[in-house]
């Protein structure tokens, strides 16, 4: 972990929140690269999920909501975690975490268990009384149920159909860490699928095989990946089942994403708070029910981490150490790299205008400074899939050598055809799992 940290903060990936004012806990900025890594992440979900689906739409819901949406919900009774603090050295822990009776900091004396409720509490308006109070959203779910019946009055959607939704959620998490793993601001990846009760069982099976499926498509190695049934003991308030699809991170197995079956809980709580009707009919059978929900819920971060820890890679090119992040190529932040081999003869100025070519289509980097093996190893450090090199030769017939990351193999092929060939390996939703070597 600490070698990914270090590579994400010198290669600009991810920083820490306001570090020059010492940073603050738990917080992160996606840099140059993080974003383009996130924005590949966050499109491919979306993309997979939602446009390529006939039975799933899109929503972007406000992270500030009715306060009695959080009520309905169940978050301001029971939205806990039990906290402890040391008496001694006064740090503070969450006691389902704790092996024994004593701080693991210092063996101080703590105190009793009491809940503590994770929503951040903010004021709407200039005045700051209870009559104001409003949550910064814990997950971006809600948004989705109090939609349920706007979506379904202005789409074609019959059930079964989902809606997904990408946002920001906020959670005042009493142990946060991990690097991006568990933070107090997040953004999740969430779907409410909404089916005919009795047909729960099946949908749960079918979401839980295709989300495990998805971090397969996009590269991450099968042995590193596990799905956890929930025990009863461990299932949320609303969960009638849940499976985690969990990542084997270096600090050991750790949920990506939660699939759970929330039953009618949601739509029953929301109809009887707001006194609306959230049932459907089903024209076909004439008959009224409330659907049960199936929730694939992902957050962003964490397979981000996990798609960056599990493409860490070091091998060794002649005798020296080469850091290479082996990514999926539709998830790489820079999808090829042009390199003029010499500073003269015209090649830098061909290099740039085949970078500009490029640049319409796709994120694209230009270097020329130094030895060629060391900008082939800047950009395998950051996981640039293709590096394209402009020589003498290209100045007298139009054609170029194409690197590939993995393979380090390399072949020749005219300026012309750059945009078809990468495009076809580097396009979110394009066929074909891995790029083979051009
Ligand atoms: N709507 C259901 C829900 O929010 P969850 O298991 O609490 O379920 C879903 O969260 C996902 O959101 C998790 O699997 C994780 O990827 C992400 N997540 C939750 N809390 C997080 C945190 N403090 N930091 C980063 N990601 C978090």
Redesign the pocket.
Known sequence: MEKIASLCKRRGFVFQSSEIYGGLSSCWDYGPLGIELKRNITEAWWRDMITSREDMVGLDSSILMHPRVWEASGHVAGFTDPLVDCKQCKQRFRADQLSGERCPECGGELTESRNFNLMFKTFMGPVEDTASVVYMR????QGIFVNFQNVLNSSRQKIPFGIGQIGK?F?N?IT?GNF?????E?E?M?IEFFVKPGEDERWHAYWKAERFAWYQKYGVNPARLRLREHGSDEL?HYAKGCA?VEYEFPFGWS????I?NRGDFDLKQHAQFSGKDLSFFDEEARERFVPYVI?P???????LLAFLVDAYDEDVVQDETRVVLRLDPRLAPVKAAVFPLMRKDGQPEKAMAIRDQLKRHFAVAYDQAGAIGRRYRRQDEIGTPFSITVDHETMQNDTVTVRERDSMQQVRMPVDRLVDELRARVTVGRAGVIAPAL
């Open positions: 814990p997950e971006t779910a959620s959670r998490e946060p991006l793993f568990r933070t107090r997040f999740q969430e949320a985690d949920e990506l994403e939660g759970a929730e819920s992902a957050g962003v971060g964490r397979p």
